[in-house]
């Protein structure tokens, strides 16, 4: 199961957690302040783990020279 990386929106406290990659979106409750309005934020681990794997078969990446990126598999 995949790390994800979330900011909270409240607080601004980072955190991570181990989702199933189809709920990586689905709304995360901050476990800092207890706020719904968290958001997800790519981390090289994350990006690396799961979905940089899946990016991989794109090559319409503008922000890089490589095949697998933060700016690459946050366009999915
Ligand atoms: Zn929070």
Same mark, same amino acid.
């Given at each position: 199961?995949?790390?994800?990386?979330?900011? #909270?929106?409240? $607080? !601004?406290?980072?955190?991570?957690?181990?989702?199933?990659?189809?709920? %990586?979106?689905?709304?995360? +409750? #901050?476990?800092? $302040? !207890?706020?719904?309005?968290?958001?997800?934020?790519?981390?090289?681990? %994350?990006?690396?783990?799961? +979905?940089?794997?899946?990016? !991989?078969?794109?090559?319409?990446?503008?922000?890089?020279?490589?095949?697998?990126?933060?700016?690459?598999?946050?366009?999915?």
């Amino acid at each position: 199961m995949p790390l994800y990386e979330y900011v #909270c929106g409240d $607080c !601004g406290e980072r955190f991570e957690a181990l989702r199933p990659m189809r709920e %990586a979106d689905a709304p995360i +409750e #901050c476990p800092h $302040c !207890g706020g719904q309005h968290a958001k997800r934020a790519l981390s090289l681990f %994350a990006a690396i783990g799961s +979905e940089g794997v899946i990016a !991989g078969n794109g090559s319409s990446c503008t922000s890089c020279s490589a095949t697998s990126c933060a700016g690459c598999s946050s366009r999915q």
